[in-house]
């Protein structure tokens, strides 16, 4: 995660493949599954990443 500019941009590729992501940018399917992804993260109180 710390060589991606974004949350986002980790989690992209595991889903659509990273020389997609990188050179089409994120479906809109992709976008879809990246907001699921991190929807539960609000609820863990130990994970921090307000710095992405």
Known sequence: ???SPSLEVAIAPYYQ?????INRGMY???KVHVSQVKAPIATFSCTDLRGW
Request: no cysteine; glycine share 10%; charged share 25%.
């Open 28 to 30: 809109e399917d992709t």
């Open 17 to 21: 493949g990273q020389y997609s992501v």
């Open 1 to 3: 995660m710390k060589t």
